[in-house]
């Protein structure tokens, strides 16, 4: 269900992408007991289109072969002369059959636009190629003078393969809801009434059924804890960037990753109340409320429909009343409708299209919506997530203060020895620490987790333990507690280490900032555009964050829901263009909400499924990137759009006859050479782009 995805009918119509039909399919999730966007087929169809378009260029290619060397314009202007009895014949067979299966698509598209009333891209293919093939016919049988067969074919052959590669350029439908549905385990271990236990499908849970949660397993469902403690790892969904102690009372989010406890929830919520199905039905509003784009080439070609019309119909008129024969105003007529569709404007914007989405590729930025790119030239504020986005989403040591022991090189050696016993993130981090500063690290024995507290072990004969403030307070032990309360205010974990049961030191932990967040942040500034911080952690270490990278705006503690209505505030009240950058489950609505959705490639399939551009790199500074990439794009269609319809400009007059007085006629030869000229200049000034 990408966001500026359509549903096409069975003909191709690759401009109806612009005027999307909302008609999305939907197929019921058993899991969430809700609605979702039949993706995969949506997926298919899409493929289907880009398959498509390919055969009919190709196998109109071929048969446009003959059509050429069988052309008597073309002889004629070659110097040479092919012609046989019944060439004429066969080469309104040859042109029939591209009319027909080349041009079906755009004949089909055109009816569409003309039924909404919006003629375009397809209209202005449609008209001329239509007026090619009825004068070319009825010069076969002798009603006409000349044929434009050879123009009708090329015509087609060149905007078959500008819709292909605009086509191939655009990527297949989202996946984001069936990424959500995945989140959801599909079976749940239900605890009967007398103690055993049933392996059931989530489907079929009640409220109030008791369902066991073993450790390392995902939550089924939405629930409160009746018995065990455990630490729930709810990042994915919530933001919070370390796993949270749950103990009996507390409640469990389905979708999210029990720790090492086993524990037994009492189900509170079934199908469409879950958290993960709001979610899911947040992503869907959010997508179906998605502008429906335009692009230029469609405008442009909207307005030379008008104009060939109008121009058409002037030059025939002024002609016979001129006292020239019908035959002469018709033709005039016919080469004016015929140039008015320039092949270069079906390649102006597929082709820019085409090398940005290959640059952006190469330099670790995956385009999924085109138009949305095509937007973020606009964009005024960007709106980061904090973990996994901001900084690295793993712990990592800020602050070390020494007590009983003489250097940070001991104190690491101690805690580091015993932490790598654990698989906690707090635990990863303090052994990382210890491991980039080349601490060879020390045998632990009798290794001991104390639940609720820390942990223990003997390293060296000596008892270390790594506790929690609670533990040294319980324990009344003496620290320095300014310090303590100072990294505390600045949203940091703080970890005791105990040398035989002295504290030996207080080491401070925080989730790390990315080297290349503060560079990017300088550079929004410079480019006037603001800096917003929206994450669901709490506010403490928001404004830690914050502060180091001089973000202009904070939210912190923000819950899914409410960030996709923080997005719609700053897009109405502030009247910003907003760009959200993310990496969660509890992005996706955001993503989807704001103007350009940026997922990090690290991040998880929902959030990149609900994306209008990944960074690969998931580095900051690639949002840059996407914004200046976007201008450059932009220019270079416009540059294209005015070379394609520039030479209309120019053509269409000399066509109709203005100069025909003084002896100049743009006679239908001169003008397939100008038009292959325009055709070569756009291409070359597409690949400029690279530069």
């Known amino acids: 269900m990408n966001k500026n995805h359509s549903h096409h009918d069975s003909h191709p119509e690759p401009h109806n992408h612009h005027q999307e039909h909302a008609q999305h399919q939907k197929q019921d999730h058993a899991h969430q007991g809700h609605d979702q966007g039949k993706s995969g087929h949506h997926h298919g169809n899409h493929q289907h289109h880009v398959q498509e378009f390919k055969k009919r260029f190709y196998i109109s290619l071929i048969v446009t072969i003959p ?185 469990a989010i389905g979708g999210s990753i029990n720790g090492d406890g086993s524990i037994k929830i009492a189900v509170k919520s079934v199908g469409q109340e879950t958290y993960l199905s709001q979610v899911i039905h947040l992503v ?81 930025l995956l385009i999924r919506n085109r138009a949305a790119f095509e937007g973020a030239r606009n964009i005024q504020a960007v709106v980061f997530d904090k973990t996994g986005t901001l ?7 800020t602050n070390i203060d020494l007590v009983n022991v003489s250097s940070e090189e001991e104190l690491l050696t101690y805690a580091a020895s015993v932490e790598s016993h654990s698989e906690h993130p707090i635990a990863r981090g303090i052994t990382k620490a210890a491991k980039e500063k080349g601490i060879a690290l020390k045998e632990a024995s009798n290794f001991e987790a104390l639940p609720g507290k820390g942990l223990r072990g003997e390293v060296n004969g000596k008892e270390i333990m790594g506790v929690s403030p609670v533990f040294v307070k319980e324990k009344k032990l003496s620290f320095n507690e300014n310090l303590f309360n100072q990294w505390s205010e600045e949203g940091k974990t703080v970890v005791f280490t105990l040398v035989d049961g002295q504290v030996a030191g207080m080491i401070a932990l925080a989730d790390m900032i990315r080297d290349t967040a503060k560079e990017a942040l300088k550079d929004l500034k410079e480019m006037n555009i603001k800096s917003i911080m929206l994450t669901g952690d709490n506010q403490k270490v928001a404004q830690y964050v914050g502060k180091q990278l001089g973000m202009d705006e904070i939210f ?42 940026i997922a990090i490639g690290t991040g998880t399939d929902v959030a990149i499924e609900t994306a209008d551009v990944v960074l690969i790199k998931s580095n900051p500074k690639d949002v840059l990137n996407i914004i200046k990439l976007s201008k450059a794009t932009y220019r270079k269609m416009t540059q294209n759009l005015w070379w394609a319809t520039g030479y209309n400009i120019v053509a269409i007059p000399l066509a109709a006859g203005v100069l025909f007085p003084i002896g100049i006629v743009l006679n239908p030869a001169v003008g397939a050479i100008l038009m292959s000229l325009s055709t070569v200049i756009v291409a070359f000034n597409a690949k400029l782009l690279k530069l």
């Open 391 to 397: 900084t690295k989403g793993e712990f990592g040591i």
């Open 67 to 251: 059509v050429l060397i069988m052309s008597p314009m073309i002889q004629m202007f070659m110097g040479i002369d092919l012609r046989f009895t019944g060439d004429t014949y066969l080469l309104f067979l040859l042109s029939t059959s591209i009319f027909f299966y080349g041009g079906w698509p755009f004949l089909a598209g055109a009816k569409d636009e003309l039924k909404n009333k919006n003629p375009g891209m397809m209209t202005l293919i449609s008209l001329a190629i239509v007026v090619a093939y009825v004068y070319s016919t009825s010069s076969t049988f002798g009603f006409s003078e000349r044929d434009f067969f050879w123009e009708l074919a090329t015509l087609i052959d060149i905007m078959l393969l500008g819709h292909w590669i605009e086509m191939k350029s655009v990527m297949g439908a989202s996946k984001a809801l069936e990424e959500l549905a995945k989140l959801m385990p599909s079976d749940a271990h239900l605890v009967g009434a007398n103690g055993e236990i049933t392996e059931i499908d989530v489907t079929e849970l009640k409220k109030g059924d008791v369902v066991l949660v073993k450790p390392g397993e995902k939550v089924p469902i939405d629930g409160q804890i009746l018995d065990g403690k455990t630490l729930i790892d709810e990042s994915m969904l919530t933001g919070e960037s370390v796993p949270v102690t749950k103990t009996v009372g507390d409640d």
């Open 284 to 364: 869907q509003e959010a997508q179906a409320s998605k502008s429906k784009a335009q692009d230029l080439a469609n405008r442009a070609a909207k307005w030379l429909f008008y104009g060939a019309l109008v121009v058409g119909l002037i030059t025939f008129t002024a002609w016979l009343l001129l006292d020239y024969p019908i035959s002469f105003a018709m033709e005039r007529m016919v080469t004016v409708l015929i140039i008015a569709c320039p092949h270069a404007l079906g390649l102006a914007a597929p082709l820019v299209v085409s090398t940005s989405t290959s640059l952006a590729a190469k330099n670790g």
């Open 556 to 597: 912190a503690e923000v819950l899914p829901h409410q960030k996709s209505d923080k997005i719609v505030q700053i897009q109405t009240k502030e009247g910003l263009k907003t760009a959200m950058t993310g990496d969660g489950v509890n992005d996706a609505p955001a993503l989807a909400k704001a103007d350009l959705g």
